[in-house]
RNA sequence: GCCGGGGUGGGGUAGUGGGCAUCCUUGGGGACUGUGGAUCCCCGGACCCGGGUUCAAUUCCCGGUCCCGGCCCCA
């Protein structure tokens, strides 16, 4: 009998779920300052809702079977195709429609640094509006919920446009822009010859492989966009509004000041549905994958339903989000820092009693003594616990209707008034 | 699906072709009855699984599995 944990799949203890209950609770809290509602849908779907716009290649990586009704399901693998399917489910709903969701995502791939079989992603979506400010405005979304952990200074976004991306491939006159598309995306992973060869061997010419390299090579300052593809977009000017989109969308982005944006034609997002512009957010040490990433897909719900909505939106891991908080050291469970350990001693129970229904009524998370042990025990366990606070609770504190508090980080130690205790400790909502 | 590196108690480790295995830590219990968050005592707990070689495998070989990392892919 197998009853170990499935490979690739998590445990997650309260040490774990402390900060992850955080970082999600910050993510929410930040979508709802958005005006962002909140979403849900099965974890079950139809395999076919993947078909419309997937090939053969994701329908292999996904936990699917067929049901004791014979129906071919999946475990959700990514959340974008059900929150459109809710959209166009209902045509009443005023637009823009500002959605975020939550859901538990699967995939059936080898787990390693970054990606697992199971993982949480969250989603946030515009719908029903075409332009930069929408874009920006969910750029700024991300960048909020990432600054709001603690992570400001630790990451950077990395925008580009399909659009202008066809343009540049269409005046280079390459024709096999799907597989170029591929050859760009990886070009992190390819060294610089590399590069050339494989976009010589699929029909780019020697001087069109220069220009790409050239401006694939790093990412860049907005501003500089123009005089980057001037040599391409030339005297024509065929891409001047693609170039001032893009430019709108990130100068909103710098104003709003969330996020530090650059400029990067490297950042393709794969053969997938985008229609403008896309993104990824990286940490600024380059040291993980994508934190994050999203882009507009206008056509998605006319391919599901025939209904013209565009869309804007990204989907964000909380897998490789936990490496970097965890490097950026934000990773952490305060919780015990700012909540009590109850001592009790003699024959004081009732009294004790009363002081934690008291703290609770605060919101102040304490825990009572379960057991009869001598002090030092108590101590001792409430330390090992991670506590920080102990009251210490006898006959003489019983008396005085008082409680004894010990700093056990501190080691010092007052005794205290109970409604003085209750006015200067952190409620539950503040950790 | 493919490639590389690993696998000794919950965590970290020592060690060996031959007495069912070292130490630390953690966990449980006790002494201890208002500060011992100490100290002391006791206890529990491991060689990933299967096959092979061998008189004998935790140790050597093969396969699997899981973990770590990489590729493919990234919806």
């Known amino acids: 009998m197998k009853v170990d944990r499935i490979k690739g799949f998590r445990d997650q203890y309260p ?3 402390e900060p992850r209950k955080k970082m999600f609770s910050k993510a929410e809290t930040t979508a709802e300052l958005f005006g962002f509602g909140k979403i849900d849908y099965p974890s079950l779907e139809y395999l076919d809702l993947y078909r419309i716009k ?32 809710l959209l166009t489910a209902r045509k009443d709903i005023p637009r823009p429609v500002r959605w975020y969701s939550l859901p538990k995502i699967w995939r059936y791939e080898e787990p390693q640094s970054g990606r697992l079989r199971e993982h949480f992603q969250f989603n946030a979506d515009i719908f029903g509006v075409d332009t930069p400010e929408a874009d920006a405005e969910i750029i700024n979304l991300a960048g909020s919920i990432l600054s709001n952990l603690g992570l400001k200074s630790a990451f950077e976004i990395h925008i580009n446009d ?28 390819t060294s610089r010859e590399e590069f050339l060869t494989l976009l010589k061997e699929n029909g780019v010419s020697g001087k069109g492989a220069d220009i790409l390299l050239k401006i694939v090579d790093s990412p860049f300052e907005i501003q500089d966009l123009k005089s980057k593809i001037s040599e ?16 709108k969308t990130c100068e909103i982005v710098r104003s709003y000041g969330s996020a530090r944006i650059v400029v990067d034609f490297s950042v393709i997002r794969g053969i997938s549905y985008y229609t403008g512009i896309v993104f990824e957010a990286f940490d600024s040490m380059g040291q993980f ?81 379960l057991s009869s042990r001598g002090l030092s025990q108590q101590i001792r366990s409430a330390e090992s616990q991670g506590y920080r606070y102990v009251l210490i609770i006898g006959e003489r504190e019983k008396e005085r209707g008082t409680v ?9 130690q007052s005794e205290k008034d109970l409604d003085d205790l209750i006015r200067n400790a952190k409620k539950y909502q503040e950790f």
Do not use: H
């Open 162 to 189: 399909r659009v202008m991306m066809d343009g540049i491939l269409k005046i280079l006159e390459i024709e096999n822009t799907e597989r170029v598309f591929t050859i760009i995306d990886r070009f992190r992973k």
């Open 15 to 17: 040490e774990d779920m």
């Open 232 to 247: 391409i977009n030339g005297k024509s000017g065929v891409l001047n509004d693609r170039i001032e989109r893009l430019s």
């Open 404 to 412: 004894t508090l010990r700093d056990l980080q501190e080691s010092s």
């Open 54 to 85: 997937s090939g053969d290649e994701l329908l292999s990586q996904t936990f699917s079977f067929t049901d004791r009704g014979g129906r071919e399901v999946t475990m959700l693998p990514e959340a974008t195709p059900s929150t459109v399917r």
């Open 289 to 369: 994958r994508s934190i994050l990433g999203g882009g507009r897909y206008d056509n998605l719900a006319r391919l599901m339903s025939n209904q013209d909505i565009p869309a804007v939106g990204f989907g964000m891991g909380d897998v490789v989000l936990e490496l970097l908080m965890k490097r950026e050291q934000v990773w952490a469970d305060n919780r015990k820092e700012s909540s009590y350990a109850i001592c009790s001693m003699g024959n004081t129970g009732k009294y004790s009693t009363e002081v934690a229904r008291k703290l609770r009524e605060n919101g102040i998370v304490c825990i009572d003594e």
